[in-house]
């Protein structure tokens, strides 16, 4: 990691709280504030079937103080957000193979040097913030959601991203959206990272980034329709470009949703020339054997998805389809990911070289039949025509997630959540999933 470039970004967070906390007094800082105390009890076990790994298991709970201010008054208006946090190990985590330890590594938890999982571990994000007319700057902490980056939140701890960003609305209709990302804590971490992509982030020549940029704008051209454009570039390895457009359509019985997205991925800085893949700038996919484009950024990934509502029902049917000869690619440490597409699920992404993937899905909000608060999906996803030697691969993934919060009484908000997946391919390994998560939060203010 370029320990300047982080400095510079922690200084100017600084110094955007400090301006915030000198005017803290004025009206719009204290009365807009919201604080919170959220609760996070997580449970995961995984059981991989087609290889000799142990099953994994672990059990931590997350404390997170949520603290977001308003703005001062004035032209210009200061703000800061805060949120911290802690997790607490309950049982599980480890490395396998070290006297003592049956688990293989915790997926929640970092590691001691004997190999064990952490007993505790926690970070702090702070952002300062300041506002003009329609327009927010953030520096410091970031939770992105974009089509082009977005933080995975699929553990105790959330990933969380060191950046910069301007989101703009002074046109009526457009929202506009750019900034630069620097580097990342991945969930199970206090340490900071460089960024990279699949392929470049592990062995003895792994390559790391924190020059990531980004833009882009939402347009909504009506209530029911939306289209999107953002393009991101991941310096010295990828720059990509994104059209997306959802249209909501009330039909006599019912309505129809239709999401179309495409991503164009190309080669950026040391990843286009042969000399920077030999020092480990690549992305993983498949090449034929003595390519000289070997490891090089080179792919387009296109989906549609369509969703019919009726009451509590909804019922979607997609296809994605990715080419070229690299994986699409994306920012990912090795240590989780969420992305935009309609094959994200609970393990599996499905975005290997010349993969063709089906995507059916089912989601009931028993709040029609008189139950609110308690709500079922069912996803399966089917992936094939994965390039590789001889024969082309294929994998399919199954979810099931079961969602209850309470609506009233003393418990009112506490939910609760069963997700449940399994994994099979021959491009990928064969594993079972189940996680059991429940939260609750507490307003301060």
Avoid: C
């Avoid at 399966?380 to 009484?409: H, T």
């Avoid at 908000?413 to 449940?420: A, K, P, V």
């Amino acid at each position: 990691m370029n320990r300047a470039t982080r400095k510079s970004t922690l200084s100017l967070a600084v110094i955007a709280s400090a301006l915030a906390m000198q005017e803290a007094g004025a009206a719009g800082f204290i009365e807009d504030s919201k604080g919170s105390i959220n609760l996070k009890n997580f449970y995961v076990n995984q059981d991989t079937r087609n290889q000799s790994a142990p099953r994994s298991e672990e059990w931590g709970q997350g404390f997170f103080f949520d603290f977001k201010s308003g703005f001062t008054e004035g032209p210009v208006g200061f703000g800061l957000d805060v949120l911290a946090m802690h997790a607490i190990r309950l049982d599980g985590g480890g490395r396998a193979g070290k006297a003592g330890i049956e688990r293989s590594p915790g997926t929640m938890f970092p590691l001691e040097s004997n190999g064990k999982a952490k007993n505790d571990f926690g970070r702090v994000g702070v952002t300062g913030k300041m506002r003009f007319s329609k327009t927010v700057v953030q520096v410091g902490t970031l939770l992105p959601k974009m089509p082009i980056l977005t933080y995975n939140d699929g553990r105790l701890l959330p990933q969380m991203f060191q950046g910069g960003q301007i989101t703009s609305k002074e046109l009526d209709d457009f929202t506009f959206t750019a900034g630069k990302i620097e580097h990342s804590y991945e969930r199970n971490s206090s340490d900071s990272y460089g960024l990279s992509i699949s392929g470049a982030n592990s062995g003895n020549q792994a390559q790391f980034s924190n020059k990531f940029y980004y833009g882009g704008v939402d347009y909504k051209v009506t209530k029911d329709l939306l289209l999107q454009y953002y393009y991101g570039n991941l310096r010295d390895f990828y720059k990509q470009h994104f059209v997306g457009l959802i249209h909501n359509w009330q039909l006599p019985v019912g309505s129809l949703k239709t999401d179309l997205r495409y991503f164009n991925s190309d080669s950026d800085g040391k990843n286009e020339s042969t000399s920077g893949r030999a020092r480990g700038y690549v992305s993983s996919g498949y090449w034929s054997s003595g390519s000289s484009s070997r490891g090089e950024v080179d792919n387009n990934l296109w989906s549609a998805l369509f969703t019919y509502s009726l009451g509590g029902h909804a019922l979607g049917i997609g296809y994605q389809r990715v080419t070229g000869n690299s994986d699409f690619p994306h920012i990912f440490q090795g240590n989780g990911r969420t992305l935009y597409l309609i094959t994200d699920s609970q393990m599996n992404k499905f975005t290997s070289a010349g993969e063709n993937s089906w995507v059916a899905k089912y989601d009931y909000d028993f709040a029609a039949i008189g139950v609110p608060g308690l709500k079922a999906s069912l996803q399966y996803v089917s992936g094939d025509d994965i390039d590789a030697d001889g024969s082309d691969n294929k994998e399919w993934e199954r979810n099931f997630r079961l969602d209850y919060v309470i609506q009233s009484g003393t418990l009112k908000g506490l939910g609760f959540s069963w997700r449940t997946a399994a994994l099979r391919g021959n491009d990928s390994r064969d594993q079972d999933e189940n996680r059991l998560i429940a939260s609750y939060s507490i307003p301060l203010f």
